[in-house]
């Protein structure tokens, strides 16, 4: 049997405190995390007529009543870009992450049979949360490649950028998740909070509005500390170019490293109780 | 390399009271709470003891490679406790453990299924959580499909499953499982007679492939028939560890037991049983008179005492009655008899007594295990406890004890017999 010889000695004992990030283990459970993913994916259009075709759906109609509402009633600027291909290019992120950070905060609770009867590296649930989502926004991205096609507005070299500014945002939703997940274990007001954290979230990024509406210098520069300010305003410039990332990206990056790791530890820190309470 | 799979020094698990029965908190609880705390601070007082239970209490054992191990208690005795601290689910509040291999756990079959998913997709995802690799996976699909008697279905989700079905393949996942330290816990307590007589099966293979095993039960039968090795549980404390037969004889007549009277204490009660509040369960003689000895000849009485909280539809209580080799020789509830079905079809709350009169010249003499049940039939058990008494018949006057051999058999009836004489020799 494969692993077999190669299975450590397992040591029981109370654990206190602060406890690092077991890599090699979590190595060891990849398999785990790819069938996790997988499931969550294949439940989540199990018994809908339309299927996987929600995914294409979802964007396009939220694109399309966000373009009425706020570009066409409201008459908020775009810049030189069509309203629908730039509210489009914000959405693709922002959902990318509500979604993760909505799924992860509930994903330790939902799993709580797994949680109380089998041992794996708790991280794997909030983690394989998170990529199942990612299989719906690389489904939006060629949406939005033809909606852009559609708007003959066309991309430059600098979508090549998409790629760590995709990671940005995942990994901002994971660090948040880590923390209301864990939190959600305990004291599941989270999972009533969560919501609402998302609608305000979404208003308080640049999503439905341009960043340029912000006075450019210390105030832009302060606004980066919400993360999915610097993510949204660079997919913008990756795509059709305008306000370049500055120091904004830069503080939503420290403050998404920031989350993410204080949320790692608090995670390994309450992980040991979760089988308890949940 | 030393030849233990498992070592475990001064194991010990603390839960806070309500931590494992009650909902968990929400923020108001806790805001609550951290008053309430400051203030028994202020009067001193000692939170531990109060709210506070040790589920196991400085447990320590060896086993070696190749061992099979039971593991027997009572329900509460901290059996799943230590199993769920073995298979690394919970940390020990104390102590110290080493476990030399992959722990495989049937701690509950079906974990980890999801009912929208076929039969082929849970085989996979069940699987990668009991720790399989999919390669391995892959090489044991037919195999488990064949155990699992579900061919036709295996790519109907399994929401469609007969319950019987559902569990089969969950089984059959598990059993193909090929860790190092196999752990089971009363998977024997579900599925059909010819099914738990191929997981048993199933069990010994794996015994005698040379692997280490933790097998926890209530079936005495089963135990004495799969281990050498028996630990025996009680309120947190290992009671006795030694070699089977001594193990189980020591368990069926522990203290409580031999009384004619056994009364639940809390502890043992799982927060699944409410509304149902068991009390107590007494062997009692013709006279109404609590006894541990019954004579074979006179007939006793069996009764059940419990609270119900609240008002329960289709409930039955029922009785076990086992042998000390785990044989059962009776299974009784008390809406067997049909006027009593239709009388009893729900029962408000209240103080109840269910009594069993078991009839005069039935049970051979002998020692026996009563056992209880209260259930809605195919809805919901609320409380089981297979060993909550033993007692003891005795045979004086019994029929045929004019010849003092020991008779076999679980049952002595009356039985009437006829001897008549015809002669073949003239006519024909």
Redesign the interface.
């Known amino acids: 049997?494969?692993?077999?010889n190669s299975?450590p000695?397992?040591?029981?004992?109370?654990?206190k405190g602060w406890l690092g990030i077991n890599l090699p283990e979590i190595w060891r459970y990849r398999?785990?995390i790819?069938?996790?993913t997988?499931?969550d994916i294949?439940?989540r259009y199990?018994?809908a007529v339309l299927g996987i075709a929600w995914a294409v759906l979802q964007p396009v109609l939220t694109m399309a009543i966000t373009s009425v509402v706020f570009g066409y009633l409201l008459k908020v600027s775009s810049g030189d870009v069509p309203y629908p291909v730039f509210v489009m290019a914000a959405l693709l992120p922002w959902h990318l992450f509500s979604t993760s950070l909505q799924k992860s905060s509930q994903s330790l609770v939902g799993n709580a049979?797994?949680?109380?009867?089998?041992?794996?590296p708790r991280l794997i649930i909030p983690v394989s949360s998170v990529l199942a989502v990612m299989l719906d926004f690389a489904i939006s991205f060629l949406v939005l490649i033809a909606t852009m096609m559609i708007y003959k507005t066309y991309p430059t070299w600098n979508i090549f950028w998409l790629i760590p500014l995709t990671f940005l945002a995942v990994l901002a939703a994971l660090a948040v998740g880590l923390w209301l997940s864990a939190l959600n274990?305990?004291?599941?007001?989270v999972q009533h909070m969560v919501p609402f954290i998302i609608q305000i979230w979404m208003y308080a990024s640049p999503v439905v509005y341009s960043i340029d509406i912000i006075p450019a210098g210390i105030f832009r520069t302060l606004y980066g500390l919400n993360p999915m300010v610097g993510v949204v305003q660079g997919f913008r410039w990756a795509l059709f170019g305008g306000s370049a990332p500055d120091l904004t990206l830069l503080i939503s990056t420290l403050v998404v490293l920031i989350l993410f790791i204080s949320g790692l530890y608090y995670f390994r820190r309450m992980e040991?109780t979760f089988?308890?309470?949940? | 390399m030393s030849d233990l799979a498992i070592k475990v020094e001064g194991i010990s698990k603390r839960y806070r009271i309500g931590m494992m029965f009650e909902r968990p908190d929400t923020l108001r609880d806790v805001i609550v709470s951290g008053f309430k705390r400051s203030g028994q601070r202020l009067k001193g007082q000692a939170k531990d003891e109060a709210t506070h239970i040790w589920a196991l209490r400085d447990v320590s054992f060896e086993v070696q490679k190749g061992q099979v191990l039971g593991i027997v208690g009572r329900n509460g005795a901290g059996k799943s406790t230590l199993l769920k601290i073995l298979s690394r689910v919970t940390d020990p509040s104390e102590g110290y453990g080493e476990i030399n291999g992959r722990v495989g756990s049937l701690l509950e079959v079906g974990t980890g299924f999801h009912p929208e998913l076929t039969g082929r997709e849970n085989i996979y995802l069940n699987g990668a959580i009991l720790g399989m690799h999919r390669s391995e996976i892959r090489r044991k699909f037919d195999e488990i499909v064949e155990f699992s008697e579900v061919e036709k279905f295996i790519d109907t989700p399994v929401k469609r499953y007969s319950s019987g079905m559902y569990l089969r393949l969950a089984f059959a996942v598990a059993a193909h499982l090929e860790p190092e330290i196999l752990v089971v816990d009363e998977v024997l307590a579900v599925g059909d007679a010819d099914f738990q007589r191929k997981c048993l099966g199933k069990m010994g293979d794996v015994a005698q492939q040379g692997r280490t095993v933790l097998f926890v039960s209530h079936n005495m039968s089963a135990i004495l028939r799969l281990t050498q090795e028996t630990i025996v549980l009680d309120k947190g404390r290992i009671l006795m560890c030694g070699e089977t037969p001594s193990a189980v004889d020591y368990y069926l007549n522990m203290g409580l037991a031999k009384q004619g009277e056994r009364l639940w204490e809390d502890s043992e009660i799982p927060p699944s049983a409410a509304p149902f509040q068991p009390i107590a369960l007494r062997i009692l003689d013709p006279q109404g008179h609590v006894v541990d000895t019954v004579r074979s000849t006179d007939g006793f009485s069996v009764e059940v005492e419990y609270d119900l909280n609240e008002m329960i539809t289709g409930l039955r209580v029922g009785l076990y009655v086992f042998t000390t080799q785990g044989e059962t020789v009776f299974t009784t509830f008390d809406l067997d008899k049909t006027e009593m079905f239709e009388d009893h079809r729900s029962r408000p709350a209240g103080h109840y007594f269910s009594r069993c009169r078991i009839p005069a010249n039935f049970m051979n003499e002998g020692r026996f295990i009563v056992g209880v049940n209260a259930s809605s039939y195919r809805i919901k058990r609320y409380f089981q406890d297979e060993q909550a008494l033993t007692f003891t018949v005795d045979g004086t006057g019994a029929p045929g004890m004019h010849w003092p051999e020991p008779r076999q058999g679980a049952v002595r009836p009356d039985l009437d017999w006829q001897i008549s004489r015809e002669d073949t020799s003239n006519g024909l």
């Open positions: 049997m494969q692993g077999q299975y000695k397992v040591i029981l004992k109370p654990s398999e785990l790819y069938f996790l997988w499931r294949k439940v199990k018994q049979h797994l949680l109380t009867k089998i041992y794996f274990v305990q004291y599941r007001d040991k089988a308890d309470i949940v």
